[in-house]
């Protein structure tokens, strides 16, 4: 069974950077693609950006472009998300997740961590 962790997250000013990680363990992991969804109070998860495992193709929401860089270290089955320049409305609970295939629909990921809180201050 594979188990993602999600670490990063935190209190940061409008104009500021994070990064976060999202570290997976299980037997066998080899995940089609993984993304990172957030979800803000009172609305619903929301897709930001997938990379595939293998490849490192990447698709982004057209409001982090050029702001967020999503990575992945296969040797420590990690991935990342580095978020700069930071706007309050990125505030919100930060998911990653693993699937079998590239998709933005949240209901098509089969494994999710618990969460890291980001919060950005104006």
């Known amino acids: 069974q594979v188990q993602l962790v999600e670490s990063g997250g935190g209190l940061v000013q409008a104009g500021g950077s994070l990064r976060l990680s999202c570290a997976a363990s299980?037997?066998?992991?080899?995940?089609?693609?993984m993304a990172w969804f957030r979800q803000a109070p009172g609305k619903g998860r929301e897709f930001v950006v997938f990379v595939t495992w293998n490849d490192g193709v990447t698709y982004y929401i057209d409001s982090v472009k050029g702001r967020f860089t999503i990575s992945r270290d296969r040797a420590k089955n990690t991935m990342y998300l580095q978020m700069n320049s930071l706007k309050p409305e990125d505030s919100g609970v930060y998911y990653c997740a693993a699937g079998p295939r590239v998709t933005t629909v949240t209901s098509a990921y089969s494994n999710w961590g618990q969460g890291t809180q980001v919060t950005v201050s104006s």
């Open positions: 299980g037997r066998t992991f080899s995940p089609y693609a």
